[in-house]
């Protein structure tokens, strides 16, 4: 290469330098004119703003509740069987069938029983005579005191057997013991029963009872006349009922309490055995400010949440209620009409600047 070309290449070189060091100054890329520098500084700063949901703080009725289950018993329910033994002569009834105290129901057969009596009243007859004739002497002192004494005994014995005999007939005529519905029956007309045979069942579920247990540590907030809503499986009706009987100890094994409430029942919608939901309100407060969950952080020494100001948040300490499926009672720390952010929680802190959307 001769001395030429070296100096055409340097030259090259060098002219390719002066460019590039006077390429910044020359101002070949920059922006149309018009364009302010500082919007494109201040556009970062603005997208800073965290998009987040809060809720404004409003009064609301809170009731504090506890779920638990139990089972519909009827008021009064009981298997029907005979005191006597003996065969079945008359069956008084319709299954199913609503009876007032006092229905016959069933009838056994009595004949011998009223052969019996009526022997004894002829009995009674002759020692009525036989004291009254005893009476007579012993006013006219013919008699002595003692004779007519055993005389007057034997009549009272007699009057003692038939008062004997009379009950067992009654009981040979099985009656309704009380306002009710009668079940099926389990013998026929001819059947020889016992005392141990079950005829039917009989039952009053109007009032119904409801049967549940709820954990020993409300022993002290629920008393005799607190109301109680419960559902069955059998009907989408929410029921009412009042409680009536508490147990006056808790189950040693489960640490709960049973007691019992009792729920009108005029359309029969209620049945004994039927699986009951029960809500049991504890207590009522007519001004709870509610948050929801989300919006609560714990910590070691206690919970807080963040509070939306003009445009930005800041932390406050609060003291947390009842809690329910969606929502936690805030007892101490805020204030009505307080806005309270409930979503980007992860991102923010004391000071961050926030686009709030405030939700329902």
Same mark, same amino acid.
């Given at each position: 290469m001769n001395k030429t070309v070296k100096r055409i290449l340097t030259g090259i070189i060098i002219l390719v330098i002066l460019f590039l060091a006077a390429l910044p100054k020359l101002d070949l890329f920059s922006k149309s004119e018009g364009t302010d520098a500082s919007a494109v500084v201040a556009q970062p700063a603005a997208s800073r703003s965290i998009p987040v949901n809060a809720v404004v703080v409003e009064p609301k009725r809170l009731s504090d509740q506890i779920q638990v289950t139990g089972a519909i018993l009827a008021n009064e329910s009981l298997e029907i069987r005979?005191?006597?033994?003996?065969?079945? #002569?008359?069956?008084?009834?319709?299954?199913?069938? =609503? +009876? !007032?105290?006092? #229905?016959?129901?069933?009838?056994?057969?009595?004949? =011998? +029983? !009223?052969?019996q009596l009526e022997k004894l009243k002829y009995t009674r007859k002759l020692r009525e005579d036989m004291e009254y004739r005893q009476r007579l002497l012993l006013e006219k002192e013919a008699i002595s005191q003692e004779e007519y004494d055993q005389a007057l005994t034997e009549l009272n014995t007699s009057t003692a057997d038939i008062k004997v005999l009379e009950a067992q007939i009654d009981k040979s005529q099985i009656r309704a013991p009380f306002d009710g519905v009668i079940g099926l029956r389990y013998v026929s007309q001819g059947s020889y029963i016992t005392p141990q045979t079950v005829i039917t069942t009989f039952s009053n579920i109007n009032p119904a009872k409801v049967e549940f247990a709820v954990p020993g540590r409300y022993s002290n907030d629920i008393k005799i006349g607190d109301d109680i809503e419960f559902r069955t499986d059998a009907s989408d009706d929410v029921f009412a009922g009042k409680i009536y009987a508490i147990d006056p100890m808790i189950d040693p094994a489960t640490r709960t309490l049973k007691m019992r409430a009792i729920s009108p029942n005029d359309n029969r919608l209620l049945l004994p055995g039927q699986f009951a939901r029960i809500s049991l309100t504890l207590s009522r407060e007519e001004n709870a400010l509610m948050v929801p969950t989300q919006a609560v952080i714990p910590e070691l020494n206690g919970h807080k949440v963040f509070i939306a100001k003009q445009g930005t948040v800041e932390e406050r300490k609060v003291q947390v209620g009842i809690r329910t499926n969606k929502d936690?009672?805030?007892?101490?720390?805020?204030?009505?009409?307080?806005?309270?952010?409930?979503?980007?929680?992860?991102?923010?802190?004391?000071?961050?600047?926030v686009d709030i959307t405030v939700t329902e």
């Open positions: 005979s005191e006597i033994s003996g065969k079945v #002569t008359g069956i008084s009834f319709q299954e199913g069938q =609503e +009876l !007032r105290r006092g #229905t016959l129901l069933v009838t056994i057969n009595d004949e =011998e +029983l !009223r052969a936690v009672e805030i007892a101490d720390g805020l204030s009505q009409n307080d806005t309270v952010v409930t979503s980007g929680i992860l991102q923010i802190k004391t000071g961050s600047a």
